[in-house]
């Protein structure tokens, strides 16, 4: 896959979900971009406001199945070190959907499959999930997207707000 440039942003992307829990992250990324797809690398910080600090590193890979990127497979590998978490999650999406409705504008949505292993529990987790939004570009080099997300599909049926959340997502091109 040929690369047709390297791109780099910072972001920052909160996570509130509806059982009062959440997640911010701020950080940088590059990202090496083809007509075919990209793989890049994301390093930052994030906190969940009460009970954790953590240092944030990912590595993100996107297939596109067509030659505008209308359809994708993506895969991230988010590893986190706390001040008293240690983590690495994958989540794998086999299809996602980017709609574009104008030159600023697109709707999106991801599902996908999360698994997590807890380093300091040795707890492992896994579950289904999609998420659904929007993306404004507001200026050149910035954009803001706001989504719903629904967590634990397999558990359908539980609709309390553990399985419920809203993100924000901020980010600058570099």
Do not use: C
């Not at 990209?38 to 600090?53: N, Q």
């Not at 993506?74 to 008293?84: A, Q």
């Amino acid at each position: 896959m040929p690369v047709d440039g390297i791109k780099g942003n910072t972001s920052l992307n909160t996570y509130q979900n509806f059982d009062g829990t959440n997640l911010t992250i701020g950080g940088l990324e590059e990202k090496a971009v083809s007509k075919r797809g990209s793989a890049g690398v994301f390093l930052g910080v994030g906190t969940d406001f009460s009970k954790d600090a953590m240092a944030v590193l990912d590595f993100k890979g996107t297939y596109n199945y067509d030659k505008k990127g209308l359809l994708n497979q993506n895969l991230r590998v988010r590893n986190t070190v706390g001040l008293k978490s240690a983590a690495t999650q994958i989540r794998y999406s086999p299809l996602s959907v980017n709609i574009p409705l104008s030159d600023k504008t697109s709707l999106y949505a991801n599902p996908h499959y999360v698994g997590k292993i807890n380093y300091k529990t040795g707890e492992w987790t896994n579950s289904a999930g999609v998420f659904a939004g929007v993306t404004q570009k507001v200026s050149k080099n910035m954009s803001v997207s706001l989504e719903a997300q629904r967590y634990n599909l397999q558990d359908i049926k539980d609709n309390s707000g553990k399985n419920w959340g809203v993100n924000a997502i901020i980010t600058w091109n570099l």
